[in-house]
């Protein structure tokens, strides 16, 4: 459990400084476009992850056990650690976030000089 927390806090780590740089230095158009396809490819992942094991573990498990899908699907997320599903995910959404949040303050500004 340790070594997996610590991988996917490598990845935050290793996604911190890009996300902060380009949410400085882009503009608030790009940034949106940036995080809208960053969480549109972390959500691709998550089908194709999902669409390759839940249909054989559907077949290996007693019909029962088939009720937990959803714990096996956050498994299986949890555990890709060689795919940063969630961090490029958080990355997106902050991208998205932040364009959003600087465009709607420049509004903003220009509004109250008028």
């Not at 340790?2 to 996604?15: K, S």
């Not at 995080?35 to 054989?56: E, F, H, K, N, Q």
Request: aromatic share 8%; net charge positive; hydrophobic share 55%.
């Amino acid at each position: 459990m340790q070594a997996l927390a610590a991988l996917h806090g490598l990845w935050i780590v290793l996604f911190t400084p890009g996300v902060v740089w380009v949410a400085r230095a882009w503009p608030p158009a790009r940034l949106r476009l940036l995080g809208m396809a960053l969480v549109l490819i972390s959500c691709l992942a998550t089908a194709v992850v999902l669409g390759r094991d839940l249909p054989v573990w559907r077949e290996s498990v007693p019909l029962e056990d088939q009720r937990f899908v959803w714990r096996r699907a956050l498994y299986l997320i949890g555990t890709h650690t060689d795919l940063p599903i969630v961090q490029v995910c958080l990355a997106g959404a902050a991208c998205w976030l932040a364009g959003s949040w600087r465009d709607c303050k420049r509004r903003s500004a220009a509004t109250d000089l008028n």
